[in-house]
């Protein structure tokens, strides 16, 4: 039918789905991140026009965007 459909999983966003965590949990989780911060919703967003925007070829996949979050 050529649709195509992928998804993006991310890791730890900065959002306020985050404000439950306190200062010490916050930076626990940052501290597990190889690039030492949360993603930004802006960076999410931009991600995701980006890759609504890419080739019709790139289908199927689950791309990940975490910072290097293991």
């Known amino acids: ?12 966003i900065d959002t306020d789905m985050n404000a439950f965590l306190n200062a010490e949990e916050r930076q626990a989780l940052i501290d597990e991140i ?21 080739p019709e070829y790139l289908t199927g996949q689950v791309i990940t965007m975490d910072g290097g979050w293991i």
């Open 1 to 12: 039918s050529h649709i195509r459909v992928n998804a993006v999983a991310f890791g730890a």
């Open 34 to 54: 190889p690039a030492g911060r949360m993603g930004t919703a802006k960076e999410a967003a931009a991600f995701l026009y980006q890759l609504a925007e890419a």
